[in-house]
């Protein structure tokens, strides 16, 4: 048995060495079979074909919660209200420039809006909002506006197109919208935890027009529910198709689900788990630049991803839907950035403007 192992991983590595394209079966008999050690020295190899050894770029960010009242009653989620309920919000502009103007002062320089499906929020205070930001800050500040999820239930609300709601998003001023809102890809999964949520097809669609618009975008992912191995390599397959296709992923981000508070509830998987998800999606990703690992969800521990193939993350300062599941966050941006450092690399920081490499 030691000896088709081994000859099926030095076939796979002989494949990556070449160039080629590691397939859904190669990746589950990594995960199923390659150790943590394997995993790091084969997503090294590819990490190598995109970054020089040792070297990482950070962010620092700011998520802004601009709204909790959703309709989609996701039971992953602790963060919302329904409409009418006690302790729902909807920030105005003034706040928001309050807490950019915060992110200035701590060195950050990109904000990321995540809300809900706020049925009274109507297509001109995303608009009025994000042009007011362009407005006021110029390219002092970049910013993810919203995610795809929260996009098409835009589009939707506001009759819509994808297409003519991208238009809309760029005539005022912006210039990314994330791929947030994807958690796992599949339709089993949206059955099961977010059934008002729009279909796995509906949802690249959605990044579809939102590519062809001349707009930014990137792919995420979330792991730690109760997902399947299969149902996790279905969301990669997807989303490596989808790169194929258009091009216009300018990079992966997976974090862990945080299940406290939330109605599905569970247990939180293990950092280690997290890493070798970050290795396997380093080798798959063979068309994906930039593999981003989440010091959000892992602290201080998520730097290690830099040695299973990430080279990048983001230092953030808030994120009410996280925090809200029990995440935590440290503003100690040097001990964190020592600890990188510590494990051999060279951090760097990442604007992420118009004039600079997304």
Not at 95 to 118: M, S
Not at 140 to 161: G, N, P, R
Request: glycine share 8%; hydrophobic share 40%; net charge negative.
């Amino acid at each position: 048995m030691a000896t088709v192992l081994e000859t099926s991983l030095a076939a796979i590595e002989g494949k990556i060495r070449d160039g080629g394209r590691v397939d859904v079966a190669e990746a589950r008999w990594l995960w199923t079979n390659a150790s943590d050690v394997e995993l790091q020295r084969l997503a090294g190899l590819v990490r190598d074909r995109f970054h020089a050894p040792g070297s990482c770029t950070y962010m620092v960010m700011r998520i802004i919660n601009y709204t909790n009242v959703c309709v989609a009653q996701c039971d992953y989620c602790a963060f919302y209200r329904l409409p009418g309920q006690e302790g729902g919000y909807v920030m105005a502009q003034e706040e928001v420039f309050r807490k950019l103007d915060e992110l200035l002062e701590l060195g950050g320089d990109l904000a990321a809006f995540n809300g809900g499906f706020n049925p009274a929020l109507p297509l001109s205070y995303y608009c009025d909002l994000f042009a007011a930001i362009r407005a006021r800050y110029g390219d002092s500040v970049e910013f993810y506006a919203l995610t795809i999820a929260e996009f098409m239930y835009l589009a939707d609300h506001a009759k819509l197109s994808f297409a003519e709601a991208a238009e809309k998003m760029k005539a005022a001023g912006v210039r990314w919208i994330t791929g947030g809102g994807s958690e796992i890809l599949t339709e089993s999964f949206r059955a099961r935890h977010s059934k008002f949520k729009y279909t796995v097809a509906q949802y690249f669609e959605a990044q579809r027009a939102i590519v062809a618009a001349g707009l930014k975008t990137t792919a995420t992912m979330v792991i730690g529910f109760d997902e399947t191995l299969d149902e996790r390599l279905e969301h990669m397959e997807r989303t490596r198709a989808f790169q194929d296709e258009t091009g216009g992923l300018a990079s992966f981000l997976c974090w862990t689900f945080k299940p406290y508070f939330t109605q599905i509830g569970g247990i939180e998987i293990t950092t280690q788990e997290y890493l070798r998800h970050l290795a396997l999606s380093r080798i798959f990703f063979d068309n994906v630049s930039r593999i981003r690992t989440s010091v959000l969800t892992q602290n201080q521990r998520a730097l290690e991803g830099l040695k299973y193939g990430a080279d990048d993350f983001d230092l953030p300062i808030e994120d009410e839907v996280t925090q809200k599941a029990g995440a935590t966050i440290s503003l100690d941006f040097e001990r964190i950035l020592d600890y990188a450092r510590e494990l051999g690399f060279t951090p760097s920081y990442r604007h992420v403007t118009a004039k600079a490499v997304a």
